[in-house]
């Protein structure tokens, strides 16, 4: 007799669009999903023979997947918490659950991809696997040649030094910015230390997608050779857990 495919309880979950791996994972600490009629233990691996509940429902079959690019305004909140006034899927507004792939603070603005797909998710967020992020940023004083250099080698935030990046004058004022990591509010804290404040970040590309003409609170659905050269790019993706001062994978 052929044994049954069992897939981890997190991944099970988050095939279905119910939520992401992560959030699955705060589910099942919290007591919330049931396997067969028993309180799920982390790590557990489940089939289709089994009945997963999630507080009590049932989840639905896999849905089509949707991947989203969307132009974040100023002042709305990269989180699923619906109480939370100006969260992005409010902002969105569409018709089925997606979740955001990382994060993009409050004060800043730009692309973000958003999508019912837990299993890219947790690809696409792995520092390790050096997805280029770039950044237009506006400092509050002119830029120098020291700045810039400081910049590029990397400097001590958060316990570690930043990874070596690509910075570029745009003008007096401003300067471009590649990342490969996506320590908290990373930027902001490399410029402080650098003795400057910055006064505007935006968040121009992620890997092979552009923000282009995209106008700021609008979205677009990525089209079919975009999604395939990103599904080429993650592939290979790590899944490794990554330590706790990189959680915050895209926030700037």
């Not at 991947?67 to 507004?93: M, Q, S, W």
């Not at 997805?131 to 020291?146: A, F, L, S």
């Not at 908290?184 to 400057?196: F, P, W």
Request: aromatic share 6%; proline share 6%.
């Amino acid at each position: 007799m052929t044994e049954p495919m069992l897939t981890r309880l997190n991944k099970f979950i988050s095939d279905t669009g119910f939520c992401s791996r992560r959030e699955a994972d705060a589910l099942i600490a919290a007591g919330e999903v049931t396997v067969n009629g028993q309180p799920a233990a982390m790590g557990v691996k489940v089939g289709a023979q089994d009945t997963v509940l999630v507080k009590g429902q049932a989840l639905r079959s896999k849905p089509t997947r949707v991947y989203l690019a969307y132009h974040k305004p100023v002042g709305i909140t990269c989180t699923t918490e619906r109480h939370i006034h100006g969260n992005i899927i409010d902002a969105v507004k569409y018709p089925e659950r997606i979740f955001p792939i990382g994060r993009l603070d409050k004060p800043s603005e730009g692309l973000i991809f958003l999508t019912n797909d837990g299993d890219i998710v947790n690809k696409v967020l792995r520092a390790g696997n050096a997805h280029e992020k770039e950044y237009v940023v506006t400092v509050n004083k002119p830029i120098t040649d020291t700045f810039i250099r400081k910049m590029s080698q990397g400097v001590p935030i958060l316990n570690t030094v930043t990874l070596p990046c690509q910075v570029t004058q745009v003008s007096r004022n401003t300067f471009k910015i590649i990342l490969t990591q996506g320590l908290n509010r990373q930027i902001r804290r490399m410029a402080e230390y650098c003795g400057y404040e910055v006064m505007k970040l935006k968040r121009t590309r992620i890997m092979h997608i552009r923000l282009a003409e995209l106008k700021p609170g609008k979205w677009r659905l990525l089209d079919p050779i975009e999604i395939k050269m990103l599904e080429q790019l993650v592939q290979d993706s790590s899944k490794t857990v990554l330590p706790p001062q990189s959680n915050d994978d895209f926030e700037e």
